[in-house]
C-alpha cells in the first residue's frame, strides 16, 4: 500500500496528529538532519502499522516534508482499517 506523508520534524513525541484526505500527518522528535527524521518516521510507521521495518520503504521526498512511503506486509483491507481510525 502507498501512503503520503507530512513530516513534521522536531515534536515532543512521535504520533499521527490527523489524517486530511489521503494525507497522513505524522510528529517526529528527530530533527531533518542527515536523514534522521526518515529514519525515525520509518521505525514509528513499523510499529504504528504493526509490520517489520524491513516493509517500510521512503519511495519519494528523502529531502522534503511531503513523503511517499509503501508499506508491505499486511494486506491493504487492514492497512485501510488502521487509517480509518484516525480521526
Same mark, same amino acid.
Given at each position: 500500500?502507498?501512503?503520503? &506523508?507530512?513530516? %513534521?520534524?522536531?515534536?515532543?513525541? $512521535?504520533?499521527? &496528529? #490527523?489524517?486530511?484526505? #489521503? @494525507? *497522513?500527518? &505524522?510528529?517526529?522528535?528527530?530533527?531533518?538532519?542527515?536523514?534522521?527524521? $526518515? =529514519?525515525?518516521?520509518?521505525? /514509528?510507521?513499523?510499529? /504504528?502499522?504493526?509490520?517489520?521495518? #524491513?516493509? @517500510? /520503504? *521512503?519511495?519519494?521526498?528523502?529531502?522534503?516534508?511531503?513523503?511517499? %512511503?509503501?508499506? *508491505?506486509?499486511?494486506? =491493504? =483491507?487492514? *492497512? $485501510?482499517?488502521?487509517?480509518?481510525?484516525?480521526?
Amino acid at each position: 500500500m502507498i501512503i503520503k &506523508v507530512r513530516v %513534521i520534524p522536531n515534536s515532543k513525541r $512521535n504520533e499521527v &496528529v #490527523s489524517r486530511i484526505g #489521503s @494525507i *497522513l500527518r &505524522v510528529k517526529t522528535t528527530m530533527p531533518a538532519v542527515d536523514g534522521r527524521a $526518515n =529514519e525515525e518516521l520509518c521505525d /514509528f510507521l513499523s510499529d /504504528f502499522f504493526d509490520v517489520k521495518r #524491513s516493509m @517500510i /520503504f *521512503l519511495r519519494k521526498g528523502e529531502r522534503g516534508r511531503e513523503k511517499t %512511503i509503501e508499506v *508491505l506486509g499486511r494486506l =491493504e =483491507e487492514e *492497512l $485501510n482499517e488502521v487509517l480509518d481510525a484516525i480521526p
